[in-house]
């Protein structure tokens, strides 16, 4: 009986350190033109993602994830990485996904305002100096605008100890 109650214990031990691997070992990183996924301590893979590569972003959370507001980020890429690459353990999920549409929809409105630039340059001939600062003002504005994080959480994108905590 004893034999059991140490074998539990043991695998336990166990399974807790593969977790802190885990947790010590991923790194996610979002900017505006590429995402970032690293994972492992001793090997390591690295998985960047251009924005524009980006078809999806889902979310799965089970029913513990739920509880203590975490959940795994997938990022659906066309055929790259067997289309996609997953965030585990990211903490906010919901919220780290607002984040990532946010940036995909800001570089979508730039490309498309270098667009609209372009085609005013081919429709006047070469736009002066003045209205070209005042678009690119303008656009400079336009993207200013902060992300306000949700005060019932903090943002986190690299898991950490606290989330291992939770668990």
Known sequence: ??????????????????????????????????????????????????????????????????LLNYGDLIISTPEQYSGSVIMRGVSDSMYVRTVVEDVLRRRREARKLGERIREKEYEFGRIPGDKYGELKRKYEEEQKVPLAAPKSSPFSLTPTSSTLSQL
């Open 1 to 66: 009986m004893i034999f059991v109650g140490i074998a539990f214990i043991i695998v336990g031990l166990v399974l807790l350190l593969g977790t802190i691997i885990a947790v010590v070992g991923s790194e996610y990183f979002i900017i505006s033109h590429r995402i970032y996924v690293k994972y492992g301590l001793i090997a390591r893979h690295v998985y960047e993602i251009k924005n524009e590569w980006v078809t999806g972003v889902i979310i799965e959370q089970g029913f513990l994830g739920r």
